[in-house]
């Protein structure tokens, strides 16, 4: 009677384990073997161009790394590109969110044209404001000339600060809609006797707003911002379409370097030891959001 509980016992232990085995076996195959596939290409020197000449170089790419002009000028447009694009993003989202929470008709179809941005692949935004920046027939420039604002087409991307600026507009336009859809979902819960009660206490809209909304979405907008942070910071889509990291390496962020080590100039090993850098950049930066989040108690423990 003894083995027979026993038998069932490790058989209800063993079970939990048998059933989350296939997704362990995918996540496995997915991820992480991927992750430590390139921590092995990052310390050989190994190009799919001559893979026959693959040797063991150990840390030489991380040290190469430390040298590189070009990589710490990508780390600085990256952390540059992702806080300017990820601002005016949550500014412009947060301000739908708030124009569609007072809505009365068709709300449905308001949500819906402001959530198409999020769902245009990056290269097709990329084709969409090369059109609209054009310098010959752009809608941007001839926008510019009707309003007296400029006398002849502007090349947008042709010097590094309007490259730039073609860059910021693109990411920014499509990552809206993340914004006003997930303050929107928060605000729904907000509880309109809030309102009310402070605007018989006298309270005017920017106290309303300052005082109240922002403190009851301020856990909405950490963890809202810290997820667009980082996949901002991996964007390589939109930027790789529109520029290529170009003119002169003003807009090539660290996503589109390794892309261009990687795959335009086959160096995997090189490319691997670029990607080994963003990893780790990454988990530092979620850590200390995640820190953040606990000792201002917005994340439980």
Same mark, same amino acid.
């Given at each position: 009677?003894?083995?027979?509980?026993?038998?069932?016992?490790?058989?209800?232990?063993?079970?939990?384990? /048998?059933?989350?085995?296939?997704?362990?076996?995918?996540?496995?195959?997915?991820?992480?073997?991927?992750?430590?596939?390139?921590?092995?290409?990052?310390?050989?020197?190994?190009?799919?161009? %001559?893979?026959?000449?693959?040797?063991?170089?150990?840390?030489?790419?991380?040290?190469?790394?430390?040298?590189? %002009?070009?990589?710490?000028?990508?780390?600085? @447009?990256?952390?540059?590109?992702?806080?300017?694009?990820?601002?005016?993003?949550?500014?412009?989202?947060?301000?739908?969110?708030?124009?569609?929470? @007072?809505? %009365?008709?068709?709300?449905?179809?308001?949500?819906?044209?402001? +959530?198409?941005?999020?769902?245009?692949?990056?290269?097709?935004?990329?084709?969409?404001?090369?059109?609209?920046? @054009?310098?010959?027939?752009?809608?941007?420039?001839?926008?510019?000339?009707?309003?007296?604002?400029?006398?002849?087409?502007?090349?947008?991307?042709?010097?590094?600060?309007?490259?730039?600026?073609?860059?910021?507009?693109?990411?920014?336009?499509?990552?809206?809609?993340?914004?006003?859809?997930?303050?929107?979902?928060?605000?729904?819960?907000?509880?309109?006797?809030? +309102?009310?009660?402070?605007?018989?206490?006298?309270?005017?809209?920017?106290?309303?707003?300052?005082?109240?909304?922002?403190?009851?979405?301020?856990?909405?907008?950490?963890?809202?911002?810290?997820? %667009?942070?980082?996949?901002? +910071?991996?964007?390589?889509?939109?930027?790789?379409?529109?520029?290529?990291?170009?003119?002169?390496?003003?807009?090539?962020?660290?996503?589109?370097?390794?892309?261009?080590?990687?795959?335009?100039?086959?160096?995997?090993?090189?490319?691997?030891?670029?990607?080994?850098?963003?990893?780790?950049? /990454?988990?530092?930066?979620?850590?200390?959001?995640?820190?953040?989040?606990?000792?201002?108690?917005?994340?439980?423990?």
């Amino acid at each position: 009677m003894s083995n027979v509980r026993t038998n069932k016992e490790k058989r209800e232990r063993i079970e939990p384990y /048998l059933l989350i085995l296939p997704a362990f076996i995918v996540i496995g195959t997915l991820i992480l073997y991927p992750i430590l596939r390139t921590f092995y290409l990052s310390m050989m020197e190994y190009s799919i161009m %001559r893979p026959d000449k693959t040797e063991y170089v150990g840390l030489l790419n991380y040290s190469n790394l430390m040298k590189d %002009r070009t990589f710490v000028k990508s780390l600085r @447009n990256t952390f540059t590109y992702s806080v300017i694009t990820v601002f005016f993003q949550f500014i412009f989202g947060l301000a739908l969110a708030l124009l569609m929470r @007072n809505m %009365r008709h068709f709300k449905g179809f308001y949500r819906a044209t402001v +959530f198409a941005p999020w769902a245009v692949s990056g290269v097709l935004t990329a084709i969409i404001w090369t059109l609209m920046f @054009n310098g010959s027939f752009g809608v941007v420039n001839d926008l510019l000339l009707r309003l007296g604002f400029i006398d002849t087409g502007i090349p947008w991307k042709s010097t590094p600060l309007t490259a730039y600026v073609v860059v910021i507009v693109s990411a920014v336009w499509r990552g809206i809609p993340y914004f006003a859809i997930s303050m929107l979902a928060a605000l729904s819960s907000f509880p309109e006797e809030l +309102f009310e009660s402070a605007k018989i206490d006298g309270a005017g809209s920017i106290k309303i707003f300052f005082k109240i909304l922002l403190p009851f979405l301020k856990e909405t907008i950490i963890l809202t911002t810290l997820l %667009r942070l980082i996949w901002t +910071f991996c964007d390589v889509d939109l930027i790789y379409s529109l520029t290529a990291g170009g003119p002169n390496n003003s807009t090539l962020t660290l996503p589109v370097y390794i892309t261009k080590t990687a795959v335009d100039y086959m160096n995997f090993g090189y490319g691997g030891a670029l990607t080994v850098g963003l990893f780790i950049i /990454l988990l530092v930066f979620s850590a200390l959001y995640m820190q953040l989040g606990k000792s201002s108690g917005d994340f439980s423990a």
